[in-house]
């Protein structure tokens, strides 16, 4: 079991910059992959980025490469996700996500944090 604490969302105008950060909770960190994902009302979730237990290999959504980061440090079970550049249509909430396996592709995730609410003016 994981539990999954996001901080870091707030209000920045446009082009400007946000780190989010997550910490978990439980055992065998390092044996999960990591993800951001987000949510505007009255849409799906959607995928942001992913990284894998070794930090090797990242995804990124089409829509935020070039400008979103994921990191993540396995000595202190956490996660980040450095935002530059933001745009208005970057708003939402953002949500932390872990995933018992080494790295993966799959949008099926099985643990998820509560949510952090970044909004972005223009």
């Known amino acids: 079991q994981v539990q999954l604490v996001e901080s870091g969302g707030g209000f920045v105008q446009a082009g400007g910059s946000l780190r989010l950060s997550c910490a978990a909770s439980?055992?065998?960190?390092?044996?999960?992959?990591m993800g951001w994902f987000r949510q505007v009302p009255g849409k799906e979730r959607e995928f942001v980025a992913s990284i894998a237990w070794n930090r090797i290999n990242s995804n990124y959504a089409d829509s935020v490469k070039g400008r979103f980061t994921i990191s993540r440090d396995n000595a202190k079970n956490t996660v980040a996700l450095q935002m530059n550049s933001l745009k208005p249509e970057d708003t939402a909430v953002y949500y932390c996500?872990?995933?018992?396996?080494?790295?993966?592709?799959?949008?099926?995730?099985?643990?998820w944090g509560q949510g952090t609410q970044v909004t972005v003016s223009s």
């Open positions: 439980g055992r065998s960190f390092t044996t999960y992959a």
């Open positions: 996500a872990a995933k018992r396996e080494y790295w993966t592709t799959s949008l099926e995730y099985d643990y």
